[in-house]
């Protein structure tokens, strides 16, 4: 099976793809030599004892332990893969700005966050606030921090007991999730945006968009589809990252099965390790799966969209919904479409060699100043030309001078 040539791969030839088959199948043999021996070992030592996998044959092992653990996995990634997106796109978008108040502060928390072990964050955010957290007494800070427990943190399972505030390992697992990798995302948003050309935001500020315009319309568009690779990868790591929930109890999968299920059934560890790690394989495949189908469904939208919407060279330009139609050309001979211009503001930009030559229109008094700014980049068709006058040739007189 031969590959097509590109500016990057030469096509192999007869040698080449004789010597890759002949790889594949020395890798392929090794592979199941490997498999084979591993297999050998583990009938050797019983573990494919019948005993040993039969609790996972039982339906209430599942009801009670396995699907309730991948319940609260799925729970802690869903809640934090949605609150580090949001992370991420606000610090990444705050590194960007133009102000230095706003670009710093941004800077530190990313790089502070992202430099933190993953566990160690887990950990503080689970034992601080049960040992520093003052008592909430009757004063004025005392009734803000708990109606700001009971109306916010509540939805986390954060509450006050005896006067102290309590944090469960579910919210301490979600702000571990939320705060590493909120920062990565934060440095793949600023630097997707970054990989534009930077011609893309320069047409984005001709044609009057403000940077806030530029970053929603042109932008972060076209800095999705470049960071979509990141941004599945870092879910697929936070997923895996709500084991860590295991250290503090939190009753994840990994927990449920692989302490819960050997500590009832003849210690079967290696057998829910398997079992746990099929079912993050099947898990983390859907979720690249499903961001393959979903990156492959917006590029076609685009494309069909681009098809639709009409245009190339010659074609009349659409206005937006509810904008003032264009002036009508006046009559007479229309230049070469070569010659069109296009992108041309007529309140600041005058033409030498083309005007119009309707009196109406050759000030700039008809001319709405305040209409939306991509109108005045619309082509400008049927313009007739207006040569220079030339400069009189000198006439010379026939008579002598006396």
């Keep these: 099976m031969t590959k097509e040539a590109t500016v990057l791969f030469d096509a192999p030839g ?47 092992v599942w009801d009670n332990l396995i699907l309730p653990g991948l319940w609260n996995t799925l729970k802690a990634a869903a809640l934090g893969t949605v609150l580090a997106l949001l992370f991420g796109v606000v610090f990444g978008l705050a590194r960007l700005s133009d102000h230095w108040w706003v670009r710093i502060p941004a800077g530190i928390v990313v790089e502070f966050f992202r430099a933190i072990p993953l566990l160690i964050l887990i950990f503080l955010a689970f034992f601080i606030p049960n040992k520093v957290s003052p008592s909430v007494a009757d004063s004025a800070f005392g009734t803000f921090q708990r109606v700001l427990v009971d109306n916010f943190f509540s939805i986390f399972g954060v509450e006050i007991n005896a006067g102290v505030i309590t944090v469960p390992a579910f919210a301490a697992v979600v702000f571990g999730l939320i705060m590493y990798n909120g920062s990565v995302l934060a440095e793949v948003v600023r630097a997707g945006v970054q990989s534009i050309p930077k011609g893309q935001a320069e047409a984005a500020y001709s044609i009057g968009l403000r940077k806030n315009g530029v970053m929603r319309l042109v932008l972060l568009p076209q800095a999705v589809t470049v960071m979509m690779p990141a941004i599945v990868s870092q879910i697929v790591v936070l997923l895996k990252d709500t084991a860590l929930g295991y250290i503090i109890a939190y009753p994840e999968l990994l927990n449920a099965a692989f302490r819960q299920v050997p500590a009832n059934y003849d210690n079967n560890k290696l057998q829910a390790g ?92 008809w001319y709405d100043r305040s209409c939306d700014p991509p109108l005045r980049l619309l082509a400008l068709p049927h313009l007739r030309s207006r040569r220079r006058p030339r400069a009189a040739a000198p006439q010379l007189s026939h008579r002598r001078r006396r």
Aim: charged share 20%; aromatic share 8%.
């Design 14 to 60: 007869p040698r080449a793809r004789a010597r890759h088959n002949i790889l594949t199948v020395v890798a392929a043999v090794v592979f199941l030599a490997i498999l084979g021996a591993l297999v050998w070992r583990f009938n050797e030592k019983g573990q494919f004892a019948g005993k040993l996998w039969s609790p996972f044959l039982k339906w209430e």
């Design 274 to 365: 398997i079992v746990v790690a099929v079912i993050y394989i099947a898990i983390n495949m859907s979720v690249s799966r499903f961001a393959t189908w979903l990156e492959a469904r917006s590029r076609r939208s685009r494309k069909t969209e681009a098809k639709t919407m009409g245009g190339g060279v010659g074609a009349p330009p659409r206005l937006p919904r509810g904008a003032p139609p264009l002036p009508r050309p006046p009559r007479g001979r229309v230049l070469p479409v070569g010659r069109l211009v296009i992108g041309v503001y007529l309140s600041e930009v005058k033409h030498p060699v083309m005007a119009p030559t309707d009196p109406r229109m050759r000030d700039d008094s």
